[in-house]
């Protein structure tokens, strides 16, 4: 299934190259995206700026101002890998507004002869993306202090971080697609069923997240690869309930 998550995801990067239709949804994505960080941005620099003082005026005043700098710099450095930290979940969970079109756009080049997937109601889609963005925002947060003492041991930061989000990642894509054509606890049993190739696929998204440039094209083209590894899962017989592939005839 590597193979197949591989080829899902050069198909996904082409298919946002060469379709209008994803080339609109990417501009919007990224677009939303960028008006959501100016915004934190702001707010986090206002906290910083105005509500975050440091009593030291009990130290030398020769070292008043040096350490003054180096503890709002402190704060600074951890505003920005606070919003490294949750990243994946912020950008995949404002993305998920268009996400389902994509998929239902994957599904139309690569997959016309299957039955189409049908876009799952607009509420209980976004209670379960508010669902997932907050939880995978508190999980990070809780995880912050673990990702900085992972600094003093490399692999272990890493681990932990594309870890973690990329099983709420792929757990997240996975059901994205899924509910295009299963109900609820179908999606469940599926899901479960397939957790190794979703977490990897999960760990994927998670990696290309955290690539700079790459990562603006990632929500759009992890919904494209998610399809075509949910369609191999489906040839293979690993999706439960109603099947998606060649309707019978």
């Known amino acids: 299934m590597?193979?197949?998550?591989?080829?899902?995801?050069?198909?996904?990067f082409s298919q946002i190259l060469s379709d209008p239709k994803l080339r609109r949804i990417f501009w919007r994505t990224l677009a939303l995206a960028a008006v959501a960080y100016l915004i934190a941005g702001g707010v986090a620099w206002f906290v910083i700026d105005y509500f975050l003082t440091f009593d030291v005026s009990w130290l030398p005043d020769s070292i008043v101002g040096w350490v003054r700098?180096?503890?709002?710099?402190?704060?600074?450095?951890?505003?920005?890998?606070l919003m490294w930290a949750i990243f994946p979940a912020v950008f995949t969970g404002l993305s998920s507004i268009f996400l389902d079109e994509a998929a239902a756009a994957v599904?139309?080049?690569?997959?016309?002869?299957?039955?189409?997937?049908v876009e799952p109601a607009f509420?209980?889609?976004m209670r379960r993306t508010l669902q997932f963005t907050l939880l995978v925002v508190i999980i990070n947060i809780l995880l912050l202090p673990l990702y900085l003492l992972g600094l003093f041991i490399p692999p272990l930061n890493l681990l932990l971080y594309y870890g973690v989000n990329g099983y709420?990642?792929?757990?997240e894509y996975f059901e994205l697609v899924g509910y295009r054509h299963l109900d609820e606890g179908t999606v469940f049993t599926a899901r479960r069923r397939n957790s190794t190739v979703a977490h990897l696929a999960g760990a994927a998204i998670a990696l290309a997240l955290t690539i700079p440039i790459l990562?603006?094209?990632?929500?759009?083209a992890a919904a494209a690869m998610m399809v075509h590894v949910y369609k191999e899962l489906d040839r293979r017989g690993r999706i439960v309930g109603p099947m998606t592939g060649m309707p019978k005839v």
Do not use: D, M
């Not at 700098?69 to 890998?81: K, W």
């Not at 990562?215 to 759009?220: A, D, Q, S, Y």
């Open 2 to 12: 590597i193979g197949t998550i591989i080829s899902g995801a050069l198909k996904g």
């Open 69 to 81: 700098g180096l503890l709002e710099a402190s704060v600074l450095l951890g505003v920005i890998g």
């Open 107 to 117: 599904e139309v080049r690569h997959y016309p002869q299957h039955k189409p997937g």
């Open 123 to 125: 509420w209980p889609s």
């Open 168 to 171: 709420f990642l792929g757990r």
């Open 215 to 220: 990562n603006l094209f990632v929500p759009v």
